[in-house]
């Protein structure tokens, strides 16, 4: 069972650099989320989907773009990265049928941008 | 806005001792509550759940109570082991299952 699965596992990035984080899950889930952790303070909510085609803002959306093309996969990009962009970033999908929210997550891609 | 706080740590025990680790919520109507816990270099995972007021959430020996006139789902253990080491994150959704609100996190560090 693969779950939700996140490439890369990690990336070092320049200032100004874009990338795509990938993110792909196999549970047929209609939620999808990106979260980052930083030192403490906890997850914070970039950006989420509630299904093919519908994305929103979280908490900390600046500087990151997603889509949602497919109910699998949710890509996060960075336009142009900032040092204030180093963080892991954890992909989570969940439904809300029966299952009350519990989000399944990745095992997350640590970035640094130089 | 929904907001979580959980006890700062880092929390270093002794094997076999009990564990608490405080978390308090504020939230609109009536939310789910969750522990997930993070073991070195992986991600979360769900360690229990509780979905009204009074239910238990319990899983591997750990416990959790969803008190609504207080407000918390405090996580215990009554005997901790080296394994349990590990990140404690207390966390709500609401009618939204994209969204959860976390609290900080809780280091856990077991000592033989």
């Known amino acids: 069972n693969a779950g939700v699965t996140q490439t890369p596992k990690f990336q070092v990035l320049k200032t100004g650099q874009s990338m795509t984080l990938q993110c792909a899950q196999d549970?047929?889930?209609?939620?999808m989320s990106w979260y980052r952790q930083d030192p403490g303070m906890g997850l914070r909510l970039i950006h989420y989907s509630v299904g093919a085609g519908i994305t929103d803002q979280g908490e900390v959306p600046n500087g990151y773009n997603v889509s949602r093309s497919t109910t699998e996969d949710f890509p996060l990009r960075l336009l142009s990265a900032a040092p204030s962009q180093t963080s892991v970033y954890f992909c989570?999908?969940?439904?809300?049928?029966?299952?009350?929210?519990?989000?399944?997550f990745g095992a997350g891609t640590r970035l640094s941008v130089l | 806005g929904n907001s979580v706080t959980q006890m700062e740590g880092p929390v270093t025990l002794s094997e076999e001792a009990f564990l608490t680790i405080n978390c308090t919520y504020t939230?609109?109507?009536?939310?789910?509550l969750f522990w997930y816990v993070q073991y070195p270099g992986e991600g979360l995972q769900l360690l229990l759940k509780?979905?009204?007021?009074?239910d238990k959430g319990s899983n591997k020996g750990f416990e959790a109570t969803y008190r609504k006139e207080t407000t918390s789902f405090h996580l215990e253990k009554g005997s901790v082991q080296v394994s349990d080491s590990a990140v404690y994150f207390c966390?709500?959704?609401?009618?939204?299952?994209?969204?959860?609100?976390f609290g900080d996190g809780t280091t856990l560090t077991v000592k033989p």
């Open positions: 989570a999908s969940s439904w809300d049928r029966g299952a009350k929210n519990i989000q399944y």
């Open positions: 939230a609109t109507g009536y939310p789910s």
């Open positions: 509780a979905t009204k007021a009074d």
């Open positions: 549970m047929n889930h209609e939620y």
């Open positions: 966390a709500l959704s609401g009618t939204n299952a994209g969204k959860s609100t």
